[in-house]
């Protein structure tokens, strides 16, 4: 089945807390840890995506966000055990070994590659429980969604009905399963119900963009078209704190473009921000045409 892709604006990293007093690290925790930092710099701002295909699994973006705003609140033990199933989640697909970084794990399917993970994800909801046992089990479903999508739908399903920070993921994960199984009507509940969350971690002009494409799904242009509007009109109005233009994300980027589609009249009433010149004082680069 082909993939079908979800774009993803930058997920905000948690805040940095207080200095703590030392805490005990092995080498498999510190070096997970400084993987996800330098993936989460290289995708700063430029969004990420969700896969679809035999089901669904969270990629990098999202991973090093959840990992590094969870190790916060979990043990050096637990926390090195979940980053060390993360790599698995992570590793190579390829049915050729010979291609592959020999210092790496590789799998021959995504499938054998999630049950693996799944495994040891699944240790580590054995050994720690509590909290870290919900993240746990929230990367279980998503790889389950590899190796047995009804599992793995069943699984998010469950964890759904909570308001932890997996819950809210799951919720959105579930969301993403609704469209591609054409339950519309379910997919548009759980985007809703996400956007009126305070803090629902995915990026809320990342779900209203997903809950505008499922209006356009089901033929309701209007509201689709008032979703990609705003998400746009927004962006290209912002400013940071010196009062100059803020490139337009890719979710709004992509919302101004949905909306040419389906109302390009209006998506003309969105400027794209007028880049500043390097040499200062507020006048925009002119460009010589080729």
């Known amino acids: 089945m082909a993939r079908k892709k979800r774009r993803f604006e930058q997920l905000q990293a948690a805040a940095s807390t207080p200095q703590e007093k030392k805490k005990y690290t092995n080498p498999i925790q510190d070096q997970v840890t400084e993987r996800l930092e330098e993936a989460g710099k290289k995708l700063e701002g430029k969004g990420r995506t ?3 295909g035999l089901g669904a699994l969270v990629v990098i973006a999202i991973l090093a966000f959840v990992f590094l705003k969870w190790s916060r609140s979990t043990n050096a033990a637990a926390q090195a055990a979940l980053g060390k199933a993360i790599q698995t989640s992570e590793a190579q697909v390829t049915e050729d070994a010979s291609t592959a970084d020999p210092t790496q794990k590789t799998f021959k399917s995504e499938k054998e590659r999630a049950d693996a993970a799944i495994a040891e994800f699944q240790a580590v909801v054995d050994k720690f429980g509590g909290s870290v ?9 998503v790889n389950q969604l590899f190796s047995d999508r009804a599992a793995g739908i069943q699984s998010l399903e469950g964890l759904a009905n909570s308001s932890s920070d997996a819950g809210k993921l799951a919720k959105f994960a579930l969301a993403q399963t609704r469209v591609d199984d054409n339950r519309l009507d379910d997919a548009v509940a759980l985007y809703q119900e996400l956007a009126a969350i305070d803090n ?8 209203n963009f997903e809950l505008a494409k499922v209006y356009v799904k089901q033929d309701k242009k209007k509201e689709a078209a008032d979703i990609f509007f705003d998400i746009a009109k927004r962006a290209s109005e912002a400013k940071d704190l010196d009062g100059k233009p803020i490139p337009m994300t890719e979710t709004a ?27 200062g004082g507020g006048m925009p680069i002119n460009i010589p045409p080729q």
């Open 253 to 279: 980027t992509n919302s101004k473009d949905e909306l040419k589609k389906i109302d390009p009249d209006r998506a003309k009433e969105i400027a794209e921000p007028t880049p500043e010149s390097p040499m």
């Open 133 to 141: 046992a919900e993240k746990a089990k929230y990367f279980i479903a």
């Open 50 to 52: 969700i896969l679809y």
């Open 200 to 207: 629902p971690i995915v990026a809320k002009d990342t779900i």
